[in-house]
């Protein structure tokens, strides 16, 4: 079966620490985006993860929800531990283990018009991977894993060698702030958007916490507000919960514009509460409808 849209990535066990509590769930890319899709619309959606099987009941709530998932064998499911302080667009990690990387053997079958790759760690898609998924359907990448190293359970900021060689296979390609700078060695949005659409990229999306989010597509920029929240509660998954809004909305037919308001609106309510987007599409729309009727 050809699917629209197949998320690859793995379902984590999280550790979040915050100022108000430590809270001990599953995480990962796979788990937040395939759960804002559950709030959505699930046809035509596939997930695809790898992950041990001591965490398989995770796996079996997410199919009980009506999410289709394939998955891969892995010795180990990967442990993350996120520390968030006072300022939510700042955390600290570590890793205490690792799963097994994605193969193209281990892709083989699956199939889709867009696959949406959520990188964790820097070896978790290899740049043969990326070029065997470009071959068969769009790729959309969220670029926070290649940034980051595991040494002695540390996550280290590192470049991604490869990048320029890797970044034209890639039709999306979502940053945060940080992301960008370390990716291009640019401080401005703008300047770091142009760079990686230089460098091949069909649409950029940058993510800049409180201060919104900035597309670039076709040599035209689009720029997204961030919605208000009366009370951020966790802030883990939130560029997850932007992809999957943005990747439903383009699907649907939806501008750029649109798909990006509704993607920061989704980020907005999922801000409110613990653990990953709970709220639903009409709830996203009039978040958007009643912030548009104050400007």
């Not at 849209?5 to 890319?29: F, S």
């Not at 990690?93 to 699956?110: C, H």
């Not at 696959?115 to 998924?133: E, R, T, W």
């Not at 040494?151 to 999306?172: R, S």
Request: hydrophobic content about 40%; charged content about 25%.
């Amino acid at each position: 079966m050809k699917y629209d849209l197949c998320c690859i990535g793995y379902i984590t066990l999280d550790k979040v620490v915050t100022p108000q509590k430590t809270v001990h769930m599953p995480g990962g890319t796979s788990f937040y985006f395939a759960h804002a899709i559950k709030h959505l619309n699930t046809e035509g959606f596939q997930l695809v993860t790898a992950l041990a099987d001591s965490e398989m009941s995770v796996v079996n709530d997410l199919r009980r929800d009506g999410i289709e998932v394939k998955v891969l064998p892995s010795t180990h499911s990967i442990c993350f531990e996120n520390i968030y302080g006072e300022d939510t667009n700042e955390r600290k990690q570590r890793v205490t283990a690792k799963a097994d990387p994605f193969t193209i053997e281990g892709l083989q079958d699956v199939d889709s018009r867009i696959y949406h790759l959520g990188s964790l760690l820097a070896d978790d898609f290899s740049l043969d991977v990326l070029k065997h998924l470009a071959g068969k359907g769009l790729l959309s990448l969220d670029v926070q894993g290649y940034l980051r190293e595991v040494q002695n359970e540390e996550v280290l900021a590192v470049d991604w060698l490869e990048k320029e060689e890797a970044l034209k296979y890639i039709h999306i390609l979502k940053a945060n702030e940080h992301e960008m700078e370390v990716l291009t060695q640019c401080t401005d949005p703008y300047d770091a958007a142009v760079k990686l659409a230089e460098w091949g990229v069909k649409e950029v999306l940058l993510t800049l916490g409180d201060k919104g989010s900035l597309i670039y597509v076709d040599k035209r920029f689009y720029e997204i507000p961030a919605y208000p929240v009366e009370n951020v509660a966790d802030a883990t998954g939130c560029g997850d919960t932007y992809m999957a809004g943005y990747l439903y909305m383009r699907k649907r037919g939806a501008s750029y514009q649109e798909a990006g308001c509704f993607a920061a609106a989704m980020c907005s309510v999922k801000l409110q509460s613990y653990g990953p987007f709970g709220g639903t599409e009409e709830e996203v729309h009039s978040l958007i409808k009643k912030e548009n009727a104050v400007i």
